[in-house]
């Protein structure tokens, strides 16, 4: 891998850790939704600095150039975080649904109390 | 208000049908409680319902026809109604037949008592034929599963007593199209449920549910929902035997404190 690329590789993910840190300092980003995004650039730091276990990797998963395994990588990430946020977003789904029903049997029960 | 059955309707966009509903079931039935769930209308159908002497809980937006439908099993748990009639706002389902679904739920042996239109025939309009042959699947597959003859799995017109209440109010109920695969949920539950003859008309206006590219998502969704129901069959059999948990009423308490 030449090393603009590891240098390259190894920037966007310190970045990355800064950025989500820093979201999670100023309560933008709750730590719940930071470990994954965290994993993710611990995951392309050691692969960019670590070199051979890149190589592994590629051998492993019959990819013919590293650049490929990181690329493929990527792509698991955003699957997994995608689905993840899928699961939060059908429960969040399901709480606004609760508190919509109960809000509106509550302001039904409100007027009718009023109307007396 | 406050009487021991209660008729649910679920109602988005039906000023013109709403009123003239409430009426002819108010000329066939006194001793029920009428409640209109106005699923975030864009019309004025809270204030026709209200004319015409109906309780009206209004959803805050539009919630879908489960959500909708949720809402009054939860209303009619929270004020402790012994059984529910659930029906639609559009005038398709015949007021003259809710007294038969009472009949039938009244005599304690059963927990949800479905309309059928397929039964002796008594219906006066011919559905869509794409809606048929989904309603012949789906009807074949909860009959295999379930073990005896489902003549109407897409029926909406239902009567529950409290038990069937508790399961249709729990987060267990798929809000979204609750139809076939509810009977196969019920059933797992075990739930008694069964089937009665009712007459059901062609909708008088408005538009349906089922319209646009919803037919699709719906076919999907009922598969899906049938597969996943027979993968968990032993959650849902201890949720109903622990009442409390699936009410709901844990949700409202919350809001309190």
């Keep these: ?116 | 208000m406050h009487r021991k059955i209660i008729i649910v309707i679920p109602a988005y966009n039906e000023e013109g049908n709403i009123g003239p509903l409430i009426h002819r079931i108010r000329e066939k039935l006194h001793d029920v409680d009428i409640l209109v769930i106005d699923d975030g209308s864009a019309d004025h159908t809270s204030r026709a319902a209200e004319k015409a002497g109906a309780i009206v809980v209004r959803l805050p937006f539009n919630m879908g026809y489960g959500a909708a439908l949720q809402t009054g099993f939860k209303f009619a748990l929270r004020y402790r109604y012994q059984y529910v009639v659930q029906m639609d706002a559009d005038g398709q389902h015949d007021t003259g037949s809710i007294r038969t679904l009472l009949d039938e739920i009244k005599k304690e042996d059963v927990d949800v008592v479905i309309g059928s239109r397929f039964m002796d025939n008594r219906t006066t309009y011919k559905s869509p034929l794409v809606r048929r042959v989904g309603m012949g699947i789906f009807g074949k597959i909860a009959s295999v599963i379930t073990g005896r003859p489902v003549t109407d799995p897409t029926s909406g017109f239902q009567a529950l007593n409290r038990d069937a209440m508790r399961f249709y109010a729990s987060p267990y109920y798929p809000v979204d199209y609750p139809d076939a695969d509810v009977i196969i949920m019920l059933h797992r539950a075990g739930l008694r449920i069964r089937e009665v003859a009712v007459t059901m008309h062609a909708r008088k206006e408005g538009t349906s549910m089922h319209s646009g590219l919803k037919p699709v998502y719906y076919v999907f969704k009922m598969f899906m929902s049938m597969f996943v129901t027979l993968l968990r069959e032993d959650k849902f059999v201890k949720r109903i035997v622990a009442k409390e948990e699936i009410t709901h009423a844990d949700t409202t308490k919350n809001i309190r404190s």
């Excluded at chain 1, 993710?40 to 650049?67: E, H, M, Q, S």
């Design chain 1, 1 to 116: 891998m030449p090393i603009q690329q590891r240098i390259f590789a190894v920037s966007i993910s310190i970045l990355l850790f800064i950025v989500i840190i820093d979201l999670v300092r100023r309560r933008r980003l709750r730590e719940e939704f930071s470990w994954l995004w965290l994993l993710t650039g611990a995951g392309v730091i050691l692969l960019a600095v670590w070199y051979d276990l890149l190589n592994f990797v590629t051998r492993v998963i019959g990819a013919v150039l590293p650049t490929t395994t990181l690329f493929l990588f990527g792509g698991i990430f955003f699957m997994v975080i995608n689905l993840y946020y899928a699961t939060k977003i059908s429960s969040l789904h399901n709480h606004v649904k609760d508190l919509a029903q109960n809000i509106a049997i509550l302001q039904s029960e409100v007027k009718r109390q009023s109307d007396k």
